[in-house]
């Protein structure tokens, strides 16, 4: 399972840090990501990292947003800068991997709402 969390309102401009922490005994996380889904809109990949720390990025938030990993908290995160309306949506976290128990695992969070202000 995942939980997210950091989202709210901020003005144009501004910088917010979501984070996702996963539960359970994780033997290893192989990628994590996070999309976001604005009404009426379909779900986007914003950033993406994997094991080996190579990181992806939707051209429209690249140079803004930085995503990370922390394998020993398992956590992800998305450090948001330079925040702009069209950036206003719903996000969520997805990791992928290998639990303690050798089950594969693929968890999306719940969402959390980011709304930027113009």
């Known amino acids: 399972q995942l939980q997210a969390s950091g989202g709210g309102l901020v003005q144009t401009g501004g910088s917010l840090r979501l984070s996702c922490v996963a539960s359970?005994?994780?033997?290893?996380?192989?990628?994590a990501g996070w999309y976001r889904q604005a009404p009426g809109k379909q779900r986007e990949l914003v950033a993406a990292?994997?094991?080996?720390?190579?990181?992806n990025y939707a051209d429209s938030v690249k140079g803004r947003f930085t995503i990370s990993i922390n394998n020993a908290k398992n956590t992800v995160s998305l450090q948001m800068n330079n925040l702009k309306p069209e950036d206003t949506a719903r996000y969520y976290c997805n990791t992928n991997g290998v639990r303690t128990t050798l089950v594969m695992f693929d968890s999306w969070g719940q969402g959390t709402q980011l709304t930027v202000s113009s």
């Open positions: 990292i994997n094991s080996d720390g190579y990181t």
């Open positions: 359970g005994n994780i033997l290893k996380t192989n990628s």
